[in-house]
């Protein structure tokens, strides 16, 4: 049977062990990947991650990725399609909010976009302010954990985004989507920050002058396997985690109990 929320049936879904399945929601971008990758990859990515992990950890069903995310910082090359902090929280809770009411409480969101961090570990809060009942998972850093197999692999420096690592994942998972032969050289970068101290609005754009980082022509289908398998391996052994987690929800049935939560537990979409 598929792990994948869109694929099942609805009385296969509802057969499913409501209180051990974790129910992931993968969240990409669309966004500029150099020339040379697809506009989709993080989602398309993460997507792929997912599935695989939940074959490999069940029960487990995975919803369809999440494309439209926060990328204002891309806006300048074409095709990026960024939605505000406000309306991608939004989304997510009301993604969330109704995954609990067809009776799932563990939810976990697999990030594959560096620029969805702030706006996720915001969300976490968020819905702690808003007294939600669902026990919510966030894996903010998309690649988390697999620091020792990019050190075997990688060749080259810097590393970031549509490097050498994420077009190696791309060789692996959507060679159709490939179009490595338009990268002429290591990607031409700006200054980290405009301000060495301080964040600023033009950093990013200061730095990934051309939309992407390092030298994408070092890549290989197998460089992107052995991350692919790690980054698999990792989220299935975190989908156990989750599953076997037994003290978040006393922990935060506590704190609503403690922190006077109850008159707002009735704003949780039923």
Same mark, same amino acid.
């Given at each position: 049977?598929?792990?994948?929320?869109?694929?099942?049936?609805?009385?296969?879904?509802?057969?499913?062990?409501?209180?051990?399945?974790?129910?992931?929601?993968?969240?990409?971008?669309?966004?500029?990947?150099?020339?040379?990758?697809?506009?989709?990859?993080?989602?398309?990515?993460?997507?792929?991650?997912?599935?695989?992990?939940?074959?490999?950890?069940?029960?487990?069903?995975?919803?369809?990725?999440?494309?439209?995310?926060? %990328?204002? !910082?891309?806006?300048?090359?074409?095709? *990026?399609?960024?939605?505000?902090? +406000?309306?991608? #929280?939004? $989304? @997510?809770?009301?993604?969330?909010?109704?995954?609990?009411?067809?009776?799932?409480?563990?939810?976990?969101?697999?990030?594959?976009?560096?620029?969805?961090?702030?706006?996720?570990?915001?969300?976490?809060?968020?819905?702690?302010?808003?007294?939600?009942?669902y026990l919510l998972y966030?894996?903010?850093?998309?690649?988390?954990?697999?620091?020792?197999?990019?050190?075997? %692999?990688? !060749?080259t420096r810097p590393l970031?985004? *549509?490097?050498?690592?994420?077009? +190696?994942?791309? #060789?692996? $998972? @959507?060679?159709?989507?490939?179009?490595?032969?338009?990268?002429?050289?290591?990607?031409?970068?700006?200054?980290?920050?405009?301000?060495?101290?301080?964040?600023?609005?033009?950093?990013?754009?200061?730095?990934?002058?051309?939309?992407?980082?390092?030298?994408?022509?070092?890549?290989?289908?197998?460089?992107?396997?052995?991350?692919?398998?790690?980054?698999?391996?990792? %989220?299935? !052994?975190?989908?156990?985690?989750?599953?076997?987690?037994?003290?978040?929800?006393?922990?935060?049935?506590?704190?609503?109990?403690?922190?006077?939560?109850?008159s707002r537990a009735g704003?949780?979409?039923?």
């Open positions: 049977m598929s792990v994948e929320w869109a694929e099942l049936a609805y009385p296969d879904l509802a057969a499913a062990d409501r209180e051990r399945t974790v129910v992931v929601l993968p969240v990409g971008s669309l966004e500029v990947h150099g020339p040379h990758l697809p506009l989709g990859l993080d989602a398309l990515v993460v997507h792929r991650v997912a599935v695989e992990a939940a074959k490999r950890s069940p029960p487990a069903v995975v919803l369809p990725p999440l494309f439209y995310a926060y %990328v204002p !910082e891309n806006r300048h090359f074409p095709g *990026a399609i960024s939605l505000s902090g +406000s309306t991608f #929280l939004k $989304l @997510l809770e009301e993604v969330c909010d109704e995954v609990y009411r067809n009776g799932f409480k563990r939810i976990l969101i697999l990030n594959g976009h560096g620029g969805n961090r702030r706006p996720l570990s915001l969300f976490v809060r968020e819905m702690q302010e808003k007294g939600k009942r966030v894996a903010v850093e998309p690649m988390e954990g697999l620091e020792k197999v990019i050190e075997e %692999v990688a !060749e970031g985004h *549509a490097c050498e690592i994420e077009t +190696s994942l791309a #060789l692996h $998972l @959507l060679p159709h989507l490939c179009r490595l032969e338009r990268v002429k050289g290591p990607a031409r970068l700006g200054p980290e920050r405009v301000v060495e101290g301080a964040q600023t609005m033009a950093d990013w754009v200061c730095y990934a002058v051309e939309g992407y980082i390092g030298d994408p022509r070092a890549a290989a289908p197998e460089k992107g396997r052995r991350v692919f398998e790690a980054w698999v391996q990792r %989220v299935a !052994e975190l989908l156990e985690r989750i599953r076997r987690d037994e003290l978040y929800e006393r922990v935060l049935d506590d704190f609503y109990s403690r922190a006077n939560y109850s704003s949780q979409r039923a």
